[in-house]
């Protein structure tokens, strides 16, 4: 199954995963040598701290190899008209009148501070194929919530 993604999403995870492998892991396996040529392993909080970073480091870039794997970029500006698709910001208004405005875009590029949320969280999967003007219902975290779509904006 594809997991969705914008292009710059996609070029961010191409980014991370080439920092990662040529630039800091390479740093970080020469400390860990130079602090390991140093003697005792047992005591060399350097070495301890580098084995556990050159760790941390290859989770990860087996995770994005993973996803990249898996991922499928999708460019928004494709899309045009009412309907809330991939990529679409979507003006949104609640029982009590407050407006908000969401991007609906991929998992890897949720960002709650900018209003970003993916397509497979509850607000993206009862917003996605629907209009303007329709009514939305869908669970939160504070429980059934109703909302009415008032504008749908695709990037130009």
Not at 34 to 40: C, E, F, I, R, V
Not at 91 to 111: A, F, L, P, S, Y
Not at 136 to 153: C, K, N, Y
């Amino acid at each position: 199954m594809a997991i969705y993604i914008t292009p710059e999403g996609y070029k961010k995870i191409i980014d991370e995963y080439n920092w990662l492998h040529s630039t800091e892991r390479p740093r970080i396996t020469a400390e860990v040598s130079y602090a390991a040529s140093l003697g005792d392993r047992s005591e060399n909080s350097e070495y301890l701290y580098g084995k556990k970073r050159l760790r941390e480091i290859d989770k990860r870039i087996h995770f994005l190899r993973t996803r990249l794997e898996k991922i499928e970029p999708v460019d928004p500006a494709q899309f045009s008209g009412d309907c809330v698709l991939f990529g679409a910001t979507v003006e949104i208004e609640d029982e009590e009148g407050r407006t908000q405005t969401w991007t609906v875009r991929g998992e890897d590029e949720v960002d709650l501070a900018a209003r970003v949320i993916s397509y497979v969280s509850p607000l993206g999967r009862a917003l996605i194929g629907q209009k303007t003007g329709d009514t939305v219902r869908f669970i939160s975290p504070g429980g059934e919530r109703e909302l009415t779509i008032l504008a749908v904006r695709f990037p130009s």
